[in-house]
C-alpha cells in the first residue's frame, strides 16, 4: 500500500512540474509559489473541520511539522527559483535529483534507520537515471563557478531532509493531515512574506497564470499529503527513491503537451534507467 501511495505522490508531484511550466510563461516562479502554496493551505484549512483529528496531539510532532514545512517547499522553493536563475532549469534538475540520496543519508542519522542495499542501489539508479532525463547539451555551455552548484545541492540537501523530519514527526503522530495543514500553513507565511520583501519588477499576474498555479498548489499539496501518508506506512528507504521519480512522469507528459520538449535518447534512457530501479526497489521487499 505505501508503495502504491509514494508512486501516487509522484504522479502527482510530476504532473504540477508541467502546469507550473505553464504558469511561467506568465510570471515569474517566487510570484507563483506565492499563489501555489497558499492555495493548498487554504483547501487544507477547509478539509480541517472534517479531516482533521487531533486526538494523540503531540507538541514536538506539530513543532517538527512547523520545522518541515519552513524548509519543503517553502525554503527549497525559494533555493531552486535562485539556482534555476544562475544554473537554468536543467543543471538544476539534474543535481537536485540527488535529493534521494540525502534521505537516506538523513534517515541512518537522524532516525537510526537500516537502509537497506537494495534501497541504496536503487537510490542510486533514480538519480542517475533523472541526470539523463535532465540532460541538455546546451547546457555545458553554461559558465558558472563550482560554487553555484552550492544552490541545487542545498535544495537537494533541505528536500532530503525534510523527509527525514516528516517521518520523524510521523513516529510521534502519524497524522499525515496534521502535517500537511501545519506545514503548508508555516510554508505559506514563508512565500508570502519572501514575496513582499523582495519586491522586484514581475510580469503582471493574468488569470490564467493564477489559475495554473492554483492547480499546481492543488498538485503539489496532494503530492505532499499522499508522501507523509506513505511515510506513516513505510520507512523514508523506501519512499524517498519512489517519490524522487516524479520527474519520468514530467518528462512523459511534457513531451505529449508542450511543443517545445521532445523525447531524446537520454530521455529515454533515462527513463528506462528509473522504471527499471523503482521495479527492482519494489520487487525486493
Known amino acids: 500500500m505505501a508503495i502504491a501511495i509514494a508512486l501516487a505522490a509522484s504522479l502527482c508531484f510530476g504532473i504540477a512540474l508541467v502546469t507550473a511550466r505553464v504558469g511561467l510563461r506568465a510570471l515569474d516562479a517566487r510570484s507563483g509559489a506565492a499563489i501555489s502554496i497558499p492555495t493548498a493551505t487554504v483547501l487544507f484549512a477547509v478539509a480541517a473541520p472534517l479531516a482533521l483529528d487531533v486526538s494523540g496531539f503531540s507538541v514536538p510532532a506539530a513543532l517538527l511539522f512547523a520545522l518541515v514545512g519552513f524548509i519543503y517547499p517553502a525554503v527549497v522553493t525559494l533555493v531552486t527559483f535562485?539556482?534555476?536563475?544562475?544554473?537554468?532549469?536543467?543543471?538544476?534538475?539534474?543535481?537536485?535529483?540527488?535529493?534521494?540520496?540525502?534521505?537516506?543519508?538523513?534517515?541512518?542519522?537522524?532516525?537510526?534507520?537500516?537502509?537497506?542495499?537494495?534501497?541504496?542501489?536503487?537510490?542510486?539508479?533514480?538519480?542517475?537515471?533523472?541526470?539523463?532525463?535532465?540532460?541538455?547539451?546546451?547546457?555545458?555551455?553554461?559558465?558558472?563557478?563550482?560554487?553555484?552548484?552550492?544552490?541545487?545541492?542545498?535544495?537537494?540537501?533541505?528536500?532530503?531532509?525534510?523527509?527525514?523530519?516528516?517521518?520523524?514527526?510521523?513516529?510521534?503522530?502519524?497524522?499525515?493531515?496534521?502535517?500537511?495543514?501545519?506545514?503548508?500553513?508555516?510554508?505559506?507565511?514563508?512565500?508570502?512574506g519572501a514575496d513582499r520583501l523582495a519586491g522586484a519588477a514581475r510580469r503582471t499576474l493574468t488569470r490564467r497564470s493564477a489559475a495554473w498555479f492554483a492547480l499546481t498548489g492543488v498538485l503539489n499539496g496532494g503530492a505532499v499529503l499522499l508522501m507523509y501518508i506513505a511515510l506513516t506506512l513505510a520507512p523514508v528507504s523506501i519512499v524517498a527513491p519512489i517519490v524522487a521519480a516524479y520527474p519520468l512522469v514530467t518528462a512523459a507528459l511534457s513531451a505529449l503537451v508542450l511543443p517545445e520538449e521532445r523525447m531524446r535518447a537520454t530521455t529515454l534512457a533515462g527513463a528506462a534507467i528509473t522504471v527499471a530501479a523503482i521495479a527492482w526497489l519494489v520487487a525486493s521487499r
Open 82 to 192: 535562485r539556482s534555476n536563475e544562475l544554473l537554468g532549469p536543467t543543471v538544476t534538475g539534474a543535481v537536485s535529483g540527488t535529493a534521494p540520496l540525502f534521505a537516506l543519508l538523513a534517515a541512518a542519522a537522524l532516525l537510526g534507520e537500516r537502509v537497506p542495499p537494495q534501497a541504496t542501489l536503487a537510490a542510486l539508479g533514480v538519480v542517475i537515471g533523472i541526470a539523463l532525463l535532465s540532460w541538455q547539451p546546451a547546457a555545458l555551455e553554461r559558465r558558472f563557478g563550482a560554487w553555484t552548484l552550492a544552490w541545487p545541492l542545498a535544495g537537494a540537501l533541505l528536500r532530503g531532509l525534510a523527509q527525514a523530519l516528516a517521518k520523524a514527526a510521523l513516529v510521534l503522530w502519524p497524522n499525515p493531515f496534521a502535517a500537511s495543514l501545519i506545514g503548508y500553513t508555516v510554508s505559506s507565511a514563508a512565500v508570502i
